[in-house]
């Protein structure tokens, strides 16, 4: 069974430009979560899509973070402009309904410079 | 807000000897999750504890749950240098499958 798939798998920016990634979850997974993880933490949930709705996005900073999950199966991150604190590894993940385990991608480790 | 605080971050030793990472959490929830992560590499799910008492074993890793005390414990036994990595829990919000992640505990088995 194929795993999350993301890419880029590296970004590197200057401030103010803008990046977009792509993940693709497992095949049959209703749930897709994007996660930041910042170096030398544990991963922060931005936004929770059920399907092509957004269940959750209360921590996603919505002034410069935009995320669609259009036919409920990819989904893509954009961020406008990129700030130096958003560089950080973006972990995509998926998981059957919301419900048990959540898979994770190999993650887009992005740096903005 | 729930907090998730892992005990130790740090964790030195050597192989073959017995050790217990610590996982508090701050509200009620009786669904927690262990992961691993090696460096540079994504998140591999070890344990999902579904209720209160539950214990989970795979190998030299055992994991358990108590939510009326709001901890789990991630038991490693006669440590291996392959088990040197980064161990997450992360517990369940609300059971809406909102993760909130520990700060990780950065492991290392020294032959």
């Known amino acids: 069974e194929a795993g999350v798939a993301q890419s880029p798998r590296y970004k590197i920016i200057e401030k103010r430009q803008s990046v977009a990634f792509w993940c693709n979850p497992i095949?049959?997974?209703?749930?897709l979560y994007w996660y930041q993880q910042i170096l030398g933490q544990g991963p922060k949930l931005l936004i929770q899509f059920q399907n092509n709705g957004v269940v959750d996005d209360s921590q996603l900073p919505k002034d410069r973070f935009s995320a669609e999950r259009l036919k409920g199966v990819d989904s893509t991150l954009k961020i406008q402009p990129a700030k130096l604190e958003d560089s950080a590894v973006y972990l995509c993940?998926?998981?059957?309904?919301?419900?048990?385990?959540?898979?994770f991608g190999p993650g887009t480790r992005l740096l903005v410079l | 807000e729930l907090k998730v605080e892992q005990n130790p971050l740090f964790l030195s030793m050597q192989e073959g000897k017995n050790y217990t990472i610590y996982c508090n959490y701050s509200t009620t929830s009786d669904r927690l999750y262990w992961y691993r992560q090696d460096p540079g590499k994504s998140l591999e799910s070890l344990f999902v504890l579904l209720s209160n008492g539950a214990v989970k074993q795979e190998g030299r890793l055992m994991a358990s749950l108590d939510t009326k005390a709001r901890l789990s414990t991630l038991h490693i036994t006669a440590a291996v240098h392959d088990l040197s990595a980064t161990y997450f829990c992360a517990v369940d919000l609300g059971g809406a499958q909102k993760l909130v992640f520990g700060q990780g505990t950065r492991l290392t088995i020294n032959p």
């Open positions: 095949s049959g997974h209703a749930t």
């Open positions: 993940a998926s998981s059957w309904r919301g419900y048990g385990t959540q898979y």
